[in-house]
């Protein structure tokens, strides 16, 4: 029973060797395992299933819910008083995206159209598309500042032809018609007469031009020669840099194209992105740490300097001429109409703006952006991006559509897109990312654990072993020289 006992605990003793080893070979190897399955799996790559799908389609819930900033006094306006305004919405839209054209290069680049499709989801609206709002006529007020340095005879001749047309000051119309377009003469006379002075040659709608459209032709890096380049914008439409701005440093094309980063991500990380609607490069900044879930994620916002004027914060000097900090000017990008984008309510915005309007009040858990984001592998786990669409306004002489309106930025809409990660991808994500290298983890722990106890009870094993079999001898010896003394 002894040599018994002493084989197995030698056989225990070179089992637990082995298993702590292994434990902490998997300490040092695992992280190296994991992070090549990251960047395998992170690579736009049509051999990688469930990352290409994500990138290619998109199969996540996205929405897009749409204010309006409904005129509750409009003739009070044009006699000078201080606009009201009432919130109306949600106008919640779902959001079909794909990707098209796409095409890899051999400079490890893809490029490709994402082309975007909205659905209206009454269930999850406040309100219907048929509902009536009334909002300031960008055509007439836009067009009115636009001219403000025209000859004055051109400003009556102008004013003359909005009264032709019966075009006023503001609109009231649909949801609907106000988003994807609605009739107007004055729009079919400057496509004819102007043409390319509006974005859309049809309806004029505010969201007209976004419906069944692409953001353009993206190429991005594929991550195959860099993993810490996968997804980053090479070029848009074929340009490195934009023309809009003042500065080279506000004309550059920076970082993704807003839907997916670069893995391997530190709490000292920000998310660049270029914004085809914004015209610019945008930026966020690492807020806190958390988890979507039970996916651990770091969440990153809006900085306040984003849309800071160029007197509150240098770099942003390219951006002007600019007004009161928290608006940026994109008239630039937007065939010259007096046109700035915000967060909504003025979010982080100059205070004095909320003096000028009433009917206003900005929170950061209702109108800030966020987007919770995968540290590990790039990948958004909760999106939420707002923005507000305001139109300066003022009186001009000779335009008498503009009465003696006051100059103020006034807020029309402001708009949400949020997606989150649900459904089968979440499961496959979870189990992939999350799961398989939790456990991985664990795994060396065990192994280096059990092979500690398979040591312990192998030596001690063996040591008793070689204890009851020393007392048996112990015991054979003295009856051995019994007999001998006896002879």
């Not at 409904?70 to 201080?82: A, C, P, Q, T, Y």
């Not at 335009?399 to 103020?408: A, F, L, N, Q």
């Not at 192998?458 to 051995?480: C, E, I, M, S, V």
């Amino acid at each position: 029973m002894s040599a018994c006992g002493s084989k197995v605990g030698i056989a225990l003793i070179v089992i637990g060797v082995l298993a702590a080893v292994l434990g902490l070979v998997l300490v040092f190897v695992g992280p190296i395992i994991i992070d090549d399955q990251v960047v395998k799996n992170t690579v736009i790559d049509p051999n990688n299933e469930m990352s290409y799908t994500m990138w290619k389609d998109v199969p996540v819930p996205f929405f897009m819910s749409v204010y309006f900033y409904d005129v509750l006094n409009s003739k009070e306006i044009l006699k000078g008083e201080k606009p009201m305004v009432e919130q109306r919405g949600p106008y919640v839209y779902r959001k079909h995206i794909q990707k098209d054209n796409i095409t890899f290069h051999e400079n490890g680049t893809v490029s490709y159209r994402e082309y975007r499709t909205y659905f209206f989801e009454p269930s999850m609206s406040v309100g219907n598309e048929s509902d009536v709002v009334t909002i300031p006529n960008m055509l007439v007020l836009g067009a009115a500042v636009m001219m403000e340095d025209m000859p004055f005879p051109l400003r009556l001749l102008v004013s003359a032809t909005f009264k032709t047309l019966k075009e006023g000051p503001f609109l009231t119309k649909s949801v609907g018609e106000l988003m994807w377009g609605y009739d107007s003469k004055l729009v079919d006379l400057l496509n004819k007469y102007l043409p390319g002075m509006l974005p859309s040659s049809g309806k004029f709608g505010l969201f007209a031009e976004f419906n069944n459209s692409n953001t353009g032709l993206f190429t991005v890096f594929t991550g195959k020669e860099d993993i810490k380049k996968v997804h980053k914008v090479d070029s848009w439409n074929g340009l490195t840099e934009l023309s809009y701005w003042r500065t080279p440093q506000c004309n550059m094309i920076n970082g993704t194209a807003g839907q997916m980063w670069p893995p391997f991500m530190t709490k000292q990380s920000t998310l660049p992105f270029y914004s085809p609607d914004a015209c610019r490069s945008l930026e966020l900044i690492y807020e806190r740490e958390g988890s979507f879930k039970g996916i651990p994620s770091y969440r990153f916002i809006t900085p306040k300097t984003m849309f800071a004027n160029g007197s509150e914060y240098a770099p942003n000097e390219g951006f002007c001429p600019c007004r009161q900090s928290g608006l940026l000017n994109v008239s630039s990008c937007r065939h010259n109409s007096p046109v700035f984008i915000s967060q909504p309510h003025f979010f982080n915005a100059d205070p004095v703006l909320l003096d000028y309007v009433e009917g206003l009040s900005p929170n950061e858990s209702d109108h800030s952006t966020f987007i919770e984001i995968h540290p590990l592998t790039g990948v958004p786990l909760n999106v939420a991006v707002r923005l507000q669409l305001n139109l300066y306004m003022k009186r001009v002489p000779a335009i008498t559509e503009t009465g003696k309106i006051s100059e103020v930025v006034m807020p029309m809409i402001w708009f949400q897109e949020n997606g989150y990660i649900d459904g089968p991808i979440l499961k496959t994500f979870h189990t992939n990312l999350v799961v398989l290298p939790e456990v991985m983890k664990w795994m060396q722990y065990v192994f280096i654990v059990l092979g500690v106890v398979l040591l312990i009870s192998g030596a001690l094993l063996y040591y008793r072993a070689k204890q009851t079999a020393n007392k048996k001898a112990g015991k054979k010896d003295p009856h051995g020289l019994q007999h001998q003394r006896a002879g």
